[in-house]
């Protein structure tokens, strides 16, 4: 069966500190793989999203970067985080023949 | 851009009473539609998968419809206990887009005693 594992559960990081949030998948291959952040009350926001190896897609102009150095593991990366980039954040995959996405615990980052 | 719009933002239900959430798309052309309850704190998960060609799925308290035509879909919550308070979100999948997936921004709903 398919799992996904996404790391750390919770993160407190002052501003200007760099940023690593890691998202790996179990029991698939060449999923379509993404990163969402929802704020405090708001719906989901979608930040990258990969449909392969070195493939990603920027959504929105932002602070953060993703990358993808193998099938199934995902990386959002910040040089010098914000307040702003407070949020839960959220790591899914789905096949790329089906629509059904899947997803990690969540991060739950606060910017301090 | 392909967008999918949500309403109402948010609502508040008494315990028993039936409400509806909508969803407007305009992702075309895609494959399915889904609706995903999510719990506070927690991921999205599935709750209903409809195909372009259908009108109406449902599981257990949750029926939704879909109006390929007018590119609308709906969300009915029969009965409403407190477990069913979450956010509900509506996802499309653009094909054109190797199937990724647009979200819905969600509706929060409520479940009061």
């Known amino acids: 069966s398919q799992t996904i594992h996404q790391w750390p559960a919770t993160l407190v990081q002052p501003v200007g500190s760099p940023l690593s949030l890691e998202c790996t998948v179990e029991?698939?291959?060449?999923?379509?793989l993404y990163w969402y952040r929802q704020a405090a009350g708001r719906g989901l926001q979608l930040l990258f999203y990969?449909?392969?190896?070195?493939?990603i897609s920027s959504e929105v102009p932002q602070n953060l970067s993703a990358s993808r150095p193998q099938d199934r593991q995902f990386i959002l990366s910040s040089k010098k985080l914000l307040l702003s980039d407070s949020g839960f954040y959220l790591c899914?995959?789905?096949?790329?023949?089906?629509?059904?996405?899947?997803f990690g615990q969540g991060t739950r980052l606060t910017v301090v | 851009k392909n967008q999918v719009e949500q309403s109402p933002q948010s609502l508040i239900i008494l315990e028993g009473k039936n409400c509806t959430l909508q969803c407007n798309y305009t992702v075309s052309p895609f494959s399915n539609l889904r609706w995903y309850k999510q719990d506070t704190g927690r991921g999205p998960v599935s709750l209903t998968i409809?195909?372009?060609?259908?009108n109406t799925k449902s599981n257990g308290r949750y029926t939704a419809t879909l109006d390929a035509d007018t590119k609308q879909s709906s969300l009915h919550i029969t009965a409403s206990q407190l477990s069913d308070s979450a956010s509900y979100i509506c996802v499309v999948n653009d094909k054109a887009a190797g199937n990724k997936l647009t979200f819905g921004g969600g509706t929060r709903v409520l479940v009061k005693p």
């Open positions: 990969s449909v392969g190896i070195g493939q």
């Open positions: 899914a995959w789905s096949q790329v023949s089906d629509t059904e996405a899947f």
């Open positions: 409809m195909t372009f060609s259908e």
């Open positions: 029991g698939t291959s060449n999923p379509n």
